[in-house]
């Protein structure tokens, strides 16, 4: 089966560094993503990544390791803004095919 | 600007009633995709569609249809309105050579 974990919720102050982590089952694998939704609006794209270690832009960062089936975004000077869900998906082989996970809601407090 | 715009925010029907979601993208993007979302669910695919009039099933196409005469627009058709079916439902656009999906401001559904 597919499957995706990550929190339900976090909460973190303004200023801080939060990670916010994810694993996955699926059957097969052809890159991770990550998104943000703010409330009630479309999620939008932050990070691809497709192969082992660390990208950064700005102040997220996102993890994979494809031995463990485990990534993690990691937000750096947290602003309020950021309060948001973040949804970490998989794609798969055969197609255009993403599994999402659930999300997890970030609340940043002062 | 890239934009994904879908024909409705909010949407009341009752049930049995036949519904027409609407996405249209000015990106001239291939792959398009309905998804829906649900708390606790995450987004699930309920069909794509990978070309103008092609189709494919995604993970609980059941009580949902699709049309794609346009390759700028694509439907979503919920032939006889459940109320199991209220949710939000999200459109989403990508090209065909991309991974990143675009996706639309989502119409939350109400079947009563």
């Known amino acids: 089966g597919q499957n995706i974990d990550q929190p339900t919720e976090m909460t973190a102050t303004e200023g801080a560094i939060v990670q916010i982590n994810c694993t996955y089952q699926?059957?097969?694998?052809?890159?991770l993503f990550w998104y943000q939704q703010h409330a009630g609006e479309a999620p939008t794209f932050l990070s691809y990544n497709v192969l082992d270690g660390l990208e950064e832009k700005g102040r997220f960062s996102s993890f994979l390791s494809r031995s463990k089936g485990y990534s993690y975004l990691l937000l750096k000077e947290l602003q309020m803004k950021d309060s948001a869900s973040y949804l970490c998906a998989v794609r798969v082989p055969g197609g255009f095919k993403t599994i999402f996970g659930a999300g997890t809601r970030l609340f940043v407090k002062a | 600007d890239v934009k994904v715009t879908q024909s409705s925010r909010y949407l009341v029907k009752r049930t049995g009633e036949k519904v027409f979601l609407e996405c249209v993208q000015d990106m001239d993007h291939e792959n398009m995709f309905w998804y829906r979302q649900d708390p606790g669910l995450g987004l699930r695919l309920i069909y794509f569609?990978?070309?103008?009039?092609?189709?494919e099933k995604g993970d609980i196409p059941e009580g949902y249809s699709v049309s794609r005469e346009k390759k700028e627009r694509f439907s979503l058709i919920l032939e006889s309105a459940s109320t199991n079916q209220t949710s939000m439902y999200l459109c989403a656009s990508t090209l065909a050579s991309s991974y990143e999906q675009y996706f639309g401001p989502g119409t939350r559904l109400t079947v009563t």
């Open positions: 569609s990978y070309d103008v009039k092609m189709k």
């Open positions: 699926t059957s097969g694998f052809n890159g």
